[in-house]
């Protein structure tokens, strides 16, 4: 079966400092990957996908990055955090080869918090 | 109007009770619809997909409006392990890569 698992779980980062947060899916080839953000009383916001290894795409414009050097390894990144960057990032994974279900699968979850 | 309309609730029913949410979605293209349940400080999970028939999975009954642009979830018997946010996700475009999320609705049921 297939698993997802991202990490760290929680972490807490001074203004200014650089993030790594990364991401890895067991079971599966060729996944689609996205990072999504969930900030405090609000809903999911699609950051990055990705449908291949090199392959990423943007949605929100900001200082975060993404980079998918293997096929089943997922990093979202940053140069210099925001306060506005806390929140909790979820990595997601969805087979590419079901596009009727068209369901994506999570992993637990980062807890950021800048301070 | 947003792409995906939930009322953030929160809902507090007794237990035993039943319980229905709606949510509404902008894009009348839309191909596919799902609730996903999400604890408090855990990642959301998938509940169940939405099919144009409607469907039921024990307690839980799924149905889409396809005129009106909504889908609704129907909890009956609510359980104490039913308290959860619960959120609707709408697929744009068949084969889009991107599922747009609601902010949730917030249950708590009350023993």
């Known amino acids: 079966s297939q698993t997802i698992h991202q990490w760290p779980a929680t972490l807490v980062q001074p203004v200014g400092s650089p993030l790594s947060l990364e991401c890895t899916v067991e079971?599966?080839?060729?996944?689609?990957l996205y990072w999504y953000r969930q900030a405090a009383g609000r809903g999911l916001q699609l950051l990055f996908y990705s449908v291949g290894i090199g392959q990423i795409s943007s949605e929100v414009p900001q200082n975060l990055s993404a980079s998918r050097p293997q096929d089943r390894q997922f990093i979202l990144s940053s140069k210099k955090l925001l306060l506005s960057d806390s929140g909790f990032y979820l990595c997601?994974?969805?087979?590419?080869?079901?596009?009727?279900?068209?369901?994506?699968?999570f992993g637990e979850g980062s807890w950021l918090t800048v301070v | 109007r947003k792409e995906v309309e939930q009322d953030p609730g929160p809902f507090n029913v007794p237990e035993g009770a039943t319980v229905a949410f709606n949510c509404t979605y902008s894009n009348s293209a839309s191909q596919s619809f799902f609730w996903y349940r999400q604890d408090c400080r855990k990642e959301p999970k998938l509940l169940m997909s939405?099919?144009?028939s409607g469907n039921e999975d024990g307690r839980f009954t799924a149905q889409l409006n396809r005129a009106s642009q909504y889908i609704s979830l129907l909890i009956r018997d609510s359980k104490l392990s039913d308290s959860a946010t619960y959120l609707c996700v709408v697929n744009p475009n068949f084969g889009n890569e991107k599922l747009t999320f609601g902010t949730g609705t917030r249950l708590t049921i009350i023993p």
């Open positions: 939405v099919y144009s």
């Open positions: 079971g599966t080839s060729n996944p689609n």
């Open positions: 997601a994974w969805r087979a590419w080869d079901n596009p009727s279900g068209n369901t994506i699968y």
